[in-house]
């Protein structure tokens, strides 16, 4: 499916969302996101049947960031750098975070300012060899924006999330791994096939418990224990009540394969 700067790939119950604007090595336009945000609706729409989703980049790059060259919308008056984010990225970022399914992003090549957020939403985090990330806003002095600054801090500490804003220096996938960044490296030739390998598991499985799973992880940062606990709780109680755990239990008895079918 062909949409504004975005394209979906349905393989089985995989769906590949492709940042499609090469030229600019993916760069994010208010054109790009209202594509991505089109695909978002094809991606949730259940006749497709997509159970896990993965997002890349077309040709050599992930994602370098906002689009620079694209226009803005300030119509005189000073001007409002922030307004974008409001409008546009936010409700993107959010439809990521609140997708009911497995989320892998698989970073082909350099991952640069927002685009290091795009990256980073993902469930499973997968780099080519030749990937990098890089906190570019002090280049051009601006603020790390789609929450990298809430990100960043949780997945690799304060100190590390301060030099990589701060320097702007790049991050080798290879050290982000050795950081706990991202989850694994491949070899570039060998990154879609083990992203889709690693969706197709995830697809077979148990796609609503697993996407009631990413919500408890997403809401762990901010909850005290006793409110994790208490979530914790209501999510299995409506996992509990699916058919998955119904076929999960009898094939555990039954000492065969469990058959999901993520209802």
């Known amino acids: 499916m062909e949409f504004n700067r975005a394209r979906l790939d349905i393989e089985g119950t995989t769906g590949i969302l492709v940042l499609n604007h090469p030229e600019v ?23 497709n049947g997509i159970r896990c989703l993965v997002m890349t980049g077309e040709g050599r790059g992930f994602c370098s960031g906002a689009n620079l060259a694209a226009k803005g919308d300030n119509k005189g008056g000073a001007p409002d750098a922030g307004s974008a984010l409001e409008t546009a ?41 030749t990937a990098y990330f890089l906190q570019a806003f002090r280049r051009i002095g601006l603020v790390p924006d789609g929450g990298s600054t809430w990100l960043l801090p949780r997945l690799v500490g304060n100190a590390r999330a301060r030099e990589l804003s701060l320097l702007a220096e790049k991050l080798p996938a290879e050290k982000a791994l050795e950081w706990g960044l991202v989850n694994r490296v491949y070899d570039e030739a060998d990154l879609m ?41 209501q999510l299995q109680r409506t996992a509990g009540r699916t058919e998955d755990f119904k076929e999960g239990v009898t094939a555990f008895l039954q000492k065969r394969p469990a058959k999901f079918q993520g209802k």
């Not at 090595?25 to 991606?43: F, Q, R, W």
Request: glycine fraction near 8%.
């Open 193 to 233: 096939s083990e992203a889709k390998k690693l969706a197709g598991e995830l697809a077979e499985g148990p796609t609503v418990s697993l996407g009631l799973i990413r919500q408890l992880y997403w809401e762990s940062t901010d909850n005290t224990y006793e409110e994790q606990l208490n979530m914790e709780r």
């Open 25 to 47: 090595m993916n760069a994010v336009s208010a054109e790009m996101l209202e594509g991505l945000m089109d695909a978002l609706d094809a991606v949730e729409d259940p006749k």
């Open 89 to 129: 990225y936010h409700p993107f970022l959010r439809r990521l975070r609140n997708l009911n399914m497995p989320f892998i992003t698989a970073v082909n090549g350099p991952a640069a300012g927002v685009g290091m957020s795009f990256a980073l939403m993902g469930d499973l985090i997968l780099c080519s060899k």
